[in-house]
């Protein structure tokens, strides 16, 4: 509680309770304020400038005070807030209420109120936006000496990762947690977007989401429970300003440590609960340990009616889950032993939705603006309201979370298929197409909520607007298609039930399933369908088959399409020595098989057609690693050969290969020659080489803060990621590559040397932010122009390169450009690709090569004369047709109508020879229409005297084209629509008439 004297300078009880679910919803009396502007003192987080700096610092004097009846006494409530205006004479706070409301208020605290408040249209205390409470996690971890590392994408690339999705900020930490690699802080804070489908049928409700931005931030051997607890309070309570008394606390049973860490925050100690359910670990191996989850209080009028409810019942909806500290200490082994990890590790995630949810007071995470913008665009599409009924809001609410799903998921690279990540798109954008369906969508729809999902979050996940056109294009493609399949599974539906009806017998459970799973087509859908014919569901068989996929499920993420679990390379490196690597001086060895791996599982034998892991005692083979791809190429034995398709080093001490087996047998400890694919290697050297040359000569022309964030060096380019805030000119890049082709033609010598790493960061030498180092390191200078830290493989002269140039720039991502190169064979055969097109344009243009430009622009004079003679025939031809169409206009109520089809080859011609009647009638209405090239196409125009009279050409053709599927835009003056079938061209100029008609009067 907070003390405050009132003028009488009595202490009053000032209840401060933010109550989710009560504010923000429409329920709430309006207040009005001076400046429009209402809020107590302690209304919202200063630190992110609210309130504003107009409001107030102001506790209303009489309705500070408690009131005697207690915080829920609805009369003494009432007093107080009818009491605001004559207890304040300054007139900062003044309220109209109704006895129901206040009633409705009455259990919630009148910081509620005026949280809540809109003010003639305008909030009355504004409401902290998600993007801040964002932005302030990220300050208040960074203040306190934390780096922010970047988000991973949803499609893991790091092998170790077994994951269908990314699902956590934790995952790309867990080598740092166990001890196998250096961080490159001990401390560290994210933003991680992540994907969860293992409840998506839950979705919908008032917690559950498929898409998720996870807060998170982890200690690597530094600070532990008591610190990361304080961190956890002192943001949600001083930082955001959330009130003290609606947080409970839950602790792994026995943890004193945890316990008196939240008692030490100030939180009371029956306040902390105990549960075993307060154990983290990511299956039956891994890292794990006790975790503490703090709960925000949503208030009695959520809760079961047990005045014992606690977080830790887990019985009602009343505790919200808001951040879970996870005390990383152990790993667990396949035979349940847990051993401890080398140092105590902090993991922490907290949903951003949820937090905005608390922040916001809203009831539910769709209430926030994280969701609003999107539900709204589905409304407005459905034509119907949100909080209306609950069916409707289910579908609202699917479709606006799966639209963020689906979004983030196409932005970073997946597209819709039948299995695997493919899959799991193409089921969530058909269950948000069967929601609109359901709402009465009978159209393409699912673009207009995916672009409010860019249009809400691309202040901050850049890459969404970046990738826009991609995004919808494939939505729409999947939604059409997919609108034949919806229709397939109505056809199937029907099977089912006359088989079933003609039976006597229910629609079995694998059968609904089957439509479920395979068609995307709901249970709910199916039962309703099913009851309307008066026939059961076997939903306990259809519950047994989803319980199987989810069995399945779980077991893929584990070993995703036969992958090796980390733990299991783990076993294989305690059995051997590290893998030695030799492809610096050779590209063929002699050494021994030490291990093989096929489906996750070690294995002592490997024959013809088998997919395999080799793991060898040494190896010529580079594996991927900073960008540089991994080697190709053949391991051969006595008694069989495989070939190797990739290399990768999936923990520091291995080197696998990952190998097909061409023909005979192969087995651990086999003596065998393991030879790398030369000419691809040989490929791969200049673009690695030419990538450090480019990096050197962007910090030249940009400047030193043009860092690498990322790159890929391939046998056939080069791609280079850099941090820079805007486009490169032309013109930069054109020195750039200058500059990188006179190192290249200088010949400089490339020297590689292993040196502590102080000595070569103190020799000039760039590390790369984000790459791990160890204590000895690899230096790769070419000449006295570049200096990097790289363990990648090199020419041996600059001038070996040969030549580099640059094919494309542009933007990935906030901050971050692309420069895509080719260097060597693959520059030179780019120039002569590009030397044939110019010899094939010169030849088309009847001139010679060198003369390309100058014939270009001749043509183009030509093409534009020729353009203007021809919009002049147009504009002639159809004054002549609108003489003939003035003729055939019919009279309504005073004005004249001009309704027909005429024959056009362009939508240019149907638009003069609309204009042109126009200018022929003095007060009137112009409708024609055509087909184009099978397609049907409208415009109408409206004289100026009738648009005062209510005639808009915009919404009157939209209203006419509706029917057929089609769409039409414009200004009251005029309109263009198009779609539907070109045999309704009549049946749309019809309904047109019958509504010019209607307001006619006639």
Request: with cysteine.
């Amino acid at each position: 509680m907070d003390k405050r004297r009132d003028d009488n300078d009595q202490a009053a009880d000032v209840d401060y309770r933010v109550s989710a679910g009560q504010c923000g919803d429409g329920r709430i009396p309006p207040v009005r304020a001076r400046d429009g502007c209402a809020t107590f003192s302690s209304g919202g987080p200063a630190e992110l400038g609210w309130p504003p700096s107009n409001c107030q610092d102001t506790v209303a004097k009489g309705a500070s005070r408690r009131p005697p009846g207690g915080r829920d006494d609805p009369e003494a409530l009432a007093g107080a807030v009818r009491g605001l205006s004559s207890r304040d004479p300054g007139g900062e706070l003044t309220a109209e209420a109704n006895d129901a409301t206040l009633a409705y208020v009455s259990s919630h605290s009148l910081y509620c109120l005026v949280q809540s408040a809109r003010v003639n249209g305008r909030q009355g205390a504004r409401v902290v936006k998600s993007e801040e409470i964002r932005q302030a996690f990220l300050d208040y971890f960074e203040e306190r000496g934390h780096l922010r590392f970047p988000s991973m994408s949803l499609v893991p690339s790091d092998p170790a990762i077994t994951t269908l999705f990314t699902i956590a900020g934790m995952q790309q930490m867990i080598p740092y947690f166990l001890g196998r690699e250096d961080p490159p802080s001990r401390r560290i804070v994210n933003v991680q977007k992540g994907i969860r489908t293992v409840d998506i049928d839950e979705v919908g409700d008032d917690s559950h989401l498929t898409f998720l931005e996870m807060l998170g931030n982890f200690s690597i051997g530094d600070y532990f429970k008591r610190e990361s607890i304080a961190f956890t309070w002192e943001f949600l309570t001083q930082r955001l300003k959330v009130p003290v008394d609606r947080w409970w606390a839950t602790v792994y049973p026995g943890d004193g440590e945890a316990r008196q860490a939240w008692i030490d925050t100030g939180m009371a100690p029956d306040r902390i609960g105990e549960t075993s359910e307060n154990w983290w670990d990511q299956g039956p191996v891994g890292p794990c340990g006790p975790d503490s989850e703090i709960f925000y209080d949503r208030g009695v009028e959520h809760g079961c009616g047990d005045p014992n409810c606690r977080p830790e019942n887990e019985c009602c909806e009343r505790f919200l889950e808001i951040w879970n500290n996870v005390f990383m200490t152990f790993f667990q082994e396949e035979t349940g032993v847990r051993r401890k990890l080398p140092w105590n590790n902090i993991d922490t995630g907290m949903g951003l939705e949820r937090l905005t949810m608390v922040v916001q007071g809203v009831e539910s995470l769709y209430d926030s603006d994280l969701f609003q913008p999107i539900i709204r665009s589905a409304t407005e599409l459905a034509g119907v309201g949100y909080r209306t009924d609950a069916a409707t809001d289910r579908s609202l609410r699917i479709i606006s979370d799966h639209s963020r799903a689906v979004t983030f998921m196409i932005a970073d690279g997946v597209i819709p298929a039948s299995e695997s990540r493919g899959y799991v798109l193409r089921r969530l954008i058909r269950r948000a197409v069967l929601r609109g369906r359901m709402m009465g969508i009978d159209r393409p729809f699912l673009a207009k909520p995916v672009e409010a999902v860019i249009d809400n979050l691309a202040g901050y996940w850049t890459e969404l607007d970046q990738r826009r056109s991609r995004i919808i294009q494939v939505v729409a493609q999947e939604e059409a298609r997919f609108l034949l399949t919806l229709s397939r599974g109505l056809s199937i539906f029907e099977q089912l039930a006359t088989e079933a009806e003609r039976a006597g017998l229910g629609i079995s459970g694998r059968d609904a399933f089957t439509l479920y799973d395979t068609h995307g087509f709901p249970l709910e859908i199916t039962m309703e369908l099913a009851s309307e014919r008066k026939l059961s569901v076997d939903r306990d068989a259809f519950d047994d088959a989803l319980r199987e996929q989810r069995r399945r499920g779980k077991e893929g993420r584990r070993y995703v399409a036969g992958g090796t679990s980390p733990e299991s390379y783990a076993a294989i490196a305690e059995d051997n020595e590290p893998t030695v690597f030799r492809g610096y001086d050779e590209l063929r060895t002699a050494t021994e098989i030490v291990a093989l791996v096929a489906d996750g599982h070690p294995i002592p034998r490997a024959e013809a057609g088998d997919e395999i892991e080799i793991i060898l005692a040494a190896t010529p083979f580079y594996a991927e690693s900073g960008g540089q791809v991994g080697d190709a190429g053949a391991v051969r034995a006595d008694a069989g050969i495989a070939e190797v398709l990739d290399t990768q080093r999936p923990i520091a001490s291995l080197i696998v290969h990952n190998a097909r087996v061409q023909a005979g047998v192969l087995s651990v400890g086999d003596a065998v020659e393991a030879e790398v694919d030369t000419e691809r290697r040989l490929h791969i050297l200049p673009h690695h080489s030419g990538t450090h040359l480019l990096h050197k000569a962007l910090q030249e022309v940009l400047g030193p803060e043009a860092t690498q964030a990322g790159s890929l060096v391939a046998p056939d380019r080069l791609r280079f990621d850099f941090r820079w805030p805007r486009p490169v000119t032309e013109e930069e890049l054109r020195d750039v590559q200058d500059r990188v082709n006179a190192a290249i033609w200088a010949n400089l010598p490339v020297r590689r040397d292993t040196m502590p790493y102080e000595d070569a960061i103190g020799l000039g030498a760039m590390a790369l932010f984000g790459e791990k180092y160890g204590d000895l390191v690899r230096v790769v200078s070419i000449g006295d122009w570049s200096k990097e830290l790289c363990g990648g493989t090199h020419v041996a002269m600059s001038g070996d390169i040969g030549l580099l140039v640059i094919t494309s720039e542009t933007g990935i991502g906030n901050g971050i450009r692309r420069i895509e190169a080719l260097a060597g064979a693959a520059a030179y055969m780019h120039l002569v690709a590009m030397r044939d097109c110019i010899h094939d344009v010169a030849e088309a243009l009847e001139t010679r090569p060198e003369s390309v430009l100058d014939r270009v622009k001749q043509v183009t004079v030509e093409l534009r004369d020729t353009e203007k003679r021809a919009s002049a025939l147009t504009r002639r031809v159809a004054r002549m047709e609108a003489d003939l169409l003035v003729r055939e206009g019919i009279a309504v109520n005073g004005f004249t109508v001009v309704a027909h089809v005429i024959e056009a080859d362009s939508k240019d011609y149907l638009k003069a020879a609309t204009d042109a009647v126009k200018a022929q009638i003095d007060r009137g209405i112009v409708v024609l229409a055509t087909v184009v090239e099978g397609r049907p196409a409208f415009t109408m125009a409206v004289t100026s005297n009738l648009r005062d009279r209510g005639f808009n050409a915009n919404t009157i053709l939209r209203e006419a084209v509706r029917p057929t599927g089609g769409g039409a835009g414009g200004r009251p003056d005029f309109a263009e629509g198009g779609g539907g079938d070109a045999s309704d061209v009549q049946a749309v100029l019809q309904t047109a008439l019958d509504i010019i008609k209607r307001r006619a009067g006639e």
